[in-house]
T-cell receptor, first 115, second 115 residues
Framework: AQSVTQLGSHVSVSEGALVLLRCNYSSSVPPYLFWYVQYPNQGLQLLLKYTSAATLVKGINGFEAEFKKSETSFHLTKPSAHMSDAAEYFCAVTGGYNQGGKLIFGQGTELSVKP | DAGVTQSPTHLIKTRGQQVTLRCSPKSGHDTVSWYQQALGQGPQFIFQYYEEEERQRGNFPDRFSGHQFPNYSSELNVNALLLGDSALYLC??????????????FGPGTRLTVL
């Protein structure tokens, strides 16, 4: 069975500050991990993904995430927050094709950016 | 390059009615997955279609059914609507490559309100 836990349902940072959104996963098979972003009244946009290649993954809009197997974590970071980063962020896991490719999502973290 | 499209964008129904939601996958994709996102929650996997067959199903009752057409587009049908079916319904498309389902890309969603 697979699961995802996102620590903190709401994170608030100042513009220009470091963004850190936490994600821990549980998986009985080597995981594929994803971060998606959702702006109000929109669908999900892929930020980045880990698929067993490099453990440090770079995504769009300056975001990156590091896969740490020993900590079962896949935290999302951005060095300097921008007002346009305010949105809901979802971490997701899948076990690949053998698992049917279904994504298991966390509850989400709402990021607020203060001017 | 057209992304995933869904119709309609919004829908209002009453309890007991039936509804059909539609999804066209991203160009070149052959797999469609459906997710339900209740307010304030992460998306929950409903089912996935590949080669016009349901390949995997989440924990949803038989009131939820689907179909995939030869052109890879898909429909989600919900019968005997309940108030709890009110949610954003997301469609995601992907491509099977070498037996592995690749990254899922999401559409903008259909907002269903059941009164």
């Amino acid at each position: 069975a697979q699961s995802v836990t996102q620590l903190g349902s709401h994170v608030s940072v100042s513009e220009g500050a470091l963004v850190l959104l936490r994600c821990n996963y549980s998986s009985s098979v080597p995981p594929y991990l994803f971060w998606y972003v959702q702006y109000p009244n929109q669908g999900l946009q892929l930020l980045l993904k880990y698929t067993s290649a490099a453990t440090l993954v770079k995504g769009i809009n300056g975001f990156e995430a590091e896969f740490k197997k020993s900590e079962t974590s896949f935290h999302l970071t951005k060095p300097s927050a921008h007002m346009s980063d305010a949105a809901e962020y979802f971490c997701a896991v899948t076990g690949g094709y053998n698992q049917g490719g279904k994504l298991i999502f966390g509850q989400g973290t709402e990021l607020s950016v203060k001017p | 390059d057209a992304g995933v499209t869904q119709s309609p964008t919004h829908l209002i129904k009453t309890r007991g009615q039936q509804v059909t939601l539609r999804c066209s996958p991203k160009s070149g994709h052959d797999t469609v997955s459906w997710y339900q996102q209740a307010l304030g929650q992460g998306p929950q996997f409903i089912f996935q279609y590949y080669e016009e067959e349901e390949r995997q199903r989440g924990n949803f009752p038989d009131r939820f059914s689907g179909h995939q057409f030869p052109n890879y587009s898909s429909e989600l049908n919900v019968n005997a609507l309940l108030l709890g079916d009110s949610a954003l319904y997301l469609c995601a498309s992907s491509l099977v490559t070498s037996g592995r389902i690749d990254t899922q890309y999401f559409g903008p969603g259909t907002r269903l309100t059941v009164l």
